[in-house]
């Protein structure tokens, strides 16, 4: 490793690190009709996973592009169905800007709320800068036995603050809107918002956010929708080990 790092250093090339995450979350729904009412039944979910994030290609010049592997582990339940699911990305990092790209493979055999039973290509941007954020994530599905669950586009934005603790340590508290469109025969909506607190020590960082993480993302306490889940008002932990 040694003589890998130097090699790497000779040629501009340096490791920047990684990350592990552990997060696990649950709400009750119920679902946005066509008429954008909510409906019975209700469900309880939840989710549990592991986030894996490595560093595979940095320089040691400032604000240089980074390019990151991640492996993002999730297993979801749906009332008395369950799924696992495996997202794979390469995330490209320049100041202030995230753009990734991968595949989703969902290994359940039926589909609900919050899986779809189908693989997707994914993709997406997010642009942060002090203050505020916004991203754009985009799922495509694969068709099977005849079946097309619909592509799904999530954009976020919101914004808020952090406060920093000494050299390494911060604060943080935010609240985004979140609207994710389903695009199904039936045309489903939901939008919600979403609000977040976190706070980080060191190497470790642990935030909570008030909403649910389905296999493509997050649902925050809906506003309106129509064909779509109707999400109540979540927990979702997250624990994060830097190194």
Known sequence: MRYLSLILLSAGVAYAGGSMEFYGGSVTSLCFDS???????ELSSSTYGLKMSYSIFSTPIPMSP?????????YLSVDTSSSKVINLLLEGKVPFITVRAGVNLDMASTSTRFFDGHNALLMGASVGIPFVNAS?????TFPENGMDPGDVLIFRTGGGLKVGLG???????????LYRKIFSP???????ILPYAGVKFTSIAVDL????EDEY???GVSLS?????????GTHLRLKYYF
């Open 209 to 212: 956010i008030l909403g649910y």
């Open 66 to 74: 980074k390019l990151n592997a991640v492996l993002d582990f999730k």
């Open 136 to 140: 754009l994530d985009y799922a495509y």
């Open 225 to 233: 929708g129509k064909n779509a889940p109707a999400t109540g008002l």
């Open 167 to 177: 050299e390494f340590a911060y604060v943080k508290a935010g609240l985004d809107v």
């Open 217 to 219: 993302g997050y649902y």
């Open 186 to 192: 039936d045309g489903g909506y939901n939008l919600s």
């Open 35 to 41: 008429t954008g009412n909510s409906t019975t039944p």
